[in-house]
């Protein structure tokens, strides 16, 4: 059972370069996010979406683009990276229903590092 | 505004000793869930335990329990019997509404150093 997969782990981009994160799940969960986590902030949403076809911004969207392929799919788009994006990136899926079961699950995370 | 605030960037604790780490939130929404992450040092984010607004009795999951004040609107995280493994970051967050359609808010979390 691999949950939430997100590829790649590591990835250092000059500024400028555009790059895409994929992430995919395999628990059939409904909605699915993309956080940033940098020192002292904690995670902050980029994108989520609620369900397959639907997506919203979060609190930190500029700069990002997301795509939700299918149910299973859902990446994240840097067009034209800047250092002010180095961060861990992480992809979380959940079930879309009653509260108490609607706990996320979290990919690896993925450390981007922008030059 | 933020809406959850963890106020405590760090914290000491020996081993086998309980420690308590505050987390407080701001919703008008009466349905929210409130969540707590676990985060080790090789950075994966694990799920801890929960407590809905509606519920009753404060959660406990093994050496993990959750003090609910709804009213002063905390939720603290109470770790008894400290072991070695438990230094991480501790996240809490919180999910408004009903329906489970909106994304996690996060506080700015806090690390946990358990002292032998």
């Known amino acids: 059972n691999a949950g939430v997969t997100q590829t790649p782990k590591f990835q250092v981009l000059k500024t400028g370069q555009s790059m895409t994160l994929q992430c995919a799940q395999d628990m059939n969960h409904n909605s699915m996010y993309w956080y940033r986590q940098d020192p002292g902030m904690g995670l902050r949403l980029i994108y989520y979406s609620a369900s397959e076809g639907t997506t919203d911004k979060g609190e930190v969207p500029n700069g990002y683009n997301v795509s939700r392929l299918n149910k299973r799919e859902f990446s994240l788009r840097l067009e034209s990276a800047a250092p002010s994006q180095t961060s861990v990136y992480f992809c979380?899926?959940?079930?879309?229903?009653?509260?108490?079961?609607?706990?996320?699950?979290f990919g690896q995370g993925t450390r981007l590092t922008v030059v | 505004a933020q809406k959850i605030t963890q106020t405590q960037p760090g914290m000491f604790v020996q081993e086998k000793e309980a420690v308590t780490l505050d987390c407080t939130y701001d919703t008008s929404d009466p349905s929210y869930g409130l969540f707590w992450y676990k985060q080790p040092s090789s950075g994966e984010m694990i799920f801890l335990i929960y407590q809905g607004s509606y519920d009753q009795q404060n959660a406990t999951e093994g050496r993990y329990s959750l003090n609910f004040q709804k009213a002063r609107k905390s939720a603290n995280l109470v770790i008894s019997a400290s072991q070695l493994g438990d230094s991480a970051m501790y996240f809490c967050a919180m999910r408004e509404g009903g329906t489970g359609r909106r994304a996690l808010t996060f506080g700015s979390g806090t690390r946990l150093q358990v002292q032998p």
């Open positions: 979380a899926s959940s079930v879309k229903g009653s509260l108490k079961n609607t706990e996320a699950f």
